[in-house]
């Protein structure tokens, strides 16, 4: 018989969470949340830990969410062995994600190294390419995509509305609002009337300047704003991105209120 556990719409993330073996993380996690978006890479790639995952979904009344890996990836590289095998790990995140049942697989955009910001032009048109790529991927195993918004960082590509837009047009790829990394770039507002083509929503706090990850209501994200705006039409998971398991609590008793 599967066991029932709280917060169907709000999840946990957390790229620090692949550090510790899934085993002794997944029961502390659904002890709290009844959604984890699994961050696919080190000890938590789905080539490792999907056995495990399968059997636990199968006795629990939880649902998984997978973040694509992102450390070691780039899918517009201009290296063409880098950007392939980039591309292959996120298609086989997205067909081993499909397996076990996710609600959504969510990627980034190709990062910028020293030379490709020479060449920006390549930058958008290799993203593309991976983009529709990526996305026959997810039409053929049946599961929804979602490409993220970056933040303010000088290597970080495609961080506003229009850029993103132009890279899933065409597509059945969404969108994944950070509203953390849209707070660094100053795009919150501008992210909104996309709502429509939201899929996912990362939400973490900083104070305008740099990706700090903070405990909700920490910093000056308009949090406020934002739950007024999506709570009524937004259909999908509110993912708390957050350093450590006890600081996702924190920041998910603060979104309930938003969200009440």
Known sequence: MKVARPTRDIAISSPWFSMTPVEELAPAIFKEFSCWEIVAEHKHHLSVTGPYLREYLSSHDVELQVHAPLSDINISSFSEKVREASVADVIDTVRMAAGLGAKVVTFHPGHLSPVAQLDPKRVV?????????????????????????????????????????????????????????????GTVEAFLPLAARFRNIHIHDNNGV????????????????????LKDTYRHAWVIEAQNLDEGVQSRDVLRKLLD
Request: charged residues 25%; negative net charge.
């Open 125 to 185: 048109r290799l993203t593309k390419e991976a983009v529709r790529r990526i996305a026959r991927a997810g039409s053929e195993h049946g599961i929804p995509l979602a490409m993220e918004n970056m933040p303010k960082m000088r290597m970080m590509t495609f961080p506003g509305p229009d850029e993103l837009l132009e890279c899933i047009d065409g597509t059945e790829v969404g969108v994944c609002l950070d509203i953390g990394h849209a707070h660094t770039t």
């Open 210 to 229: 740099w990706d700090e990850h903070l405990v909700l209501a920490t910093g000056s994200a308009p949090l406020e704003r934002i739950a007024s705006a």
